[in-house]
């Protein structure tokens, strides 16, 4: 039987299939990062659908349940974005600092 | 120690829409013997730096903030083998008739003057608080006693001025120069200003308090 939470699971992980591959056209990352992203996004798309597949994983993880393995493993996975997200945004902050001072200096005006 | 003239000090004025106090600033400055006057434009969305007159004028295309704008004068006032800065806010809140004040306690032997506003019933509430939570963290971690941690009205020395250059961009700005200073162990003096508030809605308020708290207690930790 199929759940709800796996039909709205299933369309939110198409769009986000549809939107990676069209950042991917507009050249926003090359085509190494553009598979990355498909692989995560199938291995989401089966855990979801096919949560019997991974029932020898779960066993070995000690899990009960493959939500509780999903949920666990998209917790860790959003921390470590948020915290490269976080390493990213302060060092560009910091070159965009350095460029408008070195533009203010160049261009004074006395 | 030769003894600091006017002329070797540099006057950083950090500013941010003040176009309503900035010509005013600047006459006040220049009445007061000071000619070496840097105005900070950090991307002024009124006609600020339209009005800055006998004064170096270096601006920002996008708004940094204003420890990034009083880096900014800082760099280049060094480029001009400033002997000394004197760091005040472009909306009239510093009284610029108190300049030659900061300059007699640095001929004083102190090699940074913090400018300590009296608090009086004017100051609003919140900011009061926040100057208190702060003051007493800075005491604590880096043992520099100053009454106002957080007034922007300072003078240093060009020597005291690279050794607490700070990497903060924001209001943040202030605390971190004394955690330097605390940390290099620069002299340091405090004389009080006079306590000018046109809005009492604009600076730092308590919330800020628990900010600068935090990065206080971050820089003591990881520098």
């Known amino acids: 039987m199929v759940l709800p939470v796996q039909i709205g699971g299933a369309i939110f992980i198409l769009v986000m299939l549809y939107l990676t591959f069209l950042f991917y056209k507009k050249d926003h990352y090359d085509r190494n990062v553009f598979a990355f992203w498909v692989f995560i996004w199938c291995i989401a798309f089966l855990m979801l659908s096919f949560p019997s597949l991974f029932t020898g994983l779960t066993e070995s993880l000690d899990v009960a349940r493959i939500t509780d393995l999903y949920v666990s493993v998209a917790l860790m996975f959003v921390m470590a974005v948020t915290f490269f997200n976080f390493l990213y945004v302060k060092r560009n902050e910091r070159k965009l600092e350095a460029i408008v001072q070195k533009l203010a200096l160049d261009r004074v005006k006395k | ?223």
């Not at chain 2, 009445?31 to 009005?51: C, H, M, N, P, Y």
């Not at chain 2, 108190?98 to 919140?126: C, D, H, W, Y």
């Not at chain 2, 340091?188 to 800020?208: A, P, R």
Request: aromatic share 8%; proline share 1%.
């Open chain 2, 1 to 223: 120690m030769t003894r600091l003239k006017k002329t070797d000090c540099w006057i950083i004025v950090s500013a941010y829409n003040e176009s309503r106090h900035i010509q005013d600033v600047i006459k006040r400055i220049r009445e007061q013997g000071f000619s070496s006057i840097i105005v900070v434009d950090d991307a002024s969305r009124d006609k600020t730096s339209e009005l800055v007159k006998n004064a170096v004028l270096l601006q920002h295309i996008i708004n940094c903030g204003k420890g990034a704008a009083m880096r900014t004068g800082a760099t280049y006032a060094l480029k001009q083998s400033a002997k000394a800065v004197i760091f005040i806010d472009g909306d009239g809140q510093h009284a610029p008739e108190e300049l030659p004040r900061f300059l007699n306690e640095l001929n004083s032997g102190a090699s940074i003057v913090f400018g300590a506003r009296r608090e009086t019933r004017k100051m609003p509430i919140q900011r009061r608080l926040g100057k208190i939570l702060v003051r007493n963290a800075v005491r604590i971690l880096y043992k520099v006693r100053v009454h106002d941690v957080l007034s922007g009205y300072r003078a240093l020395t060009a020597h005291a001025l690279n050794k607490v250059m700070w990497t903060s961009s924001d209001y943040t700005v202030e605390s971190e120069m004394i955690a330097n200073a605390g940390r290099e162990n620069v002299r340091y003096s405090e004389i009080t200003i006079s306590t000018i508030y046109h809005d009492k809605y604009k600076g730092v308020n308590f919330l800020h308090g628990f900010i600068i708290l935090g990065k206080l207690l971050w820089w003591k930790v990881t520098r």
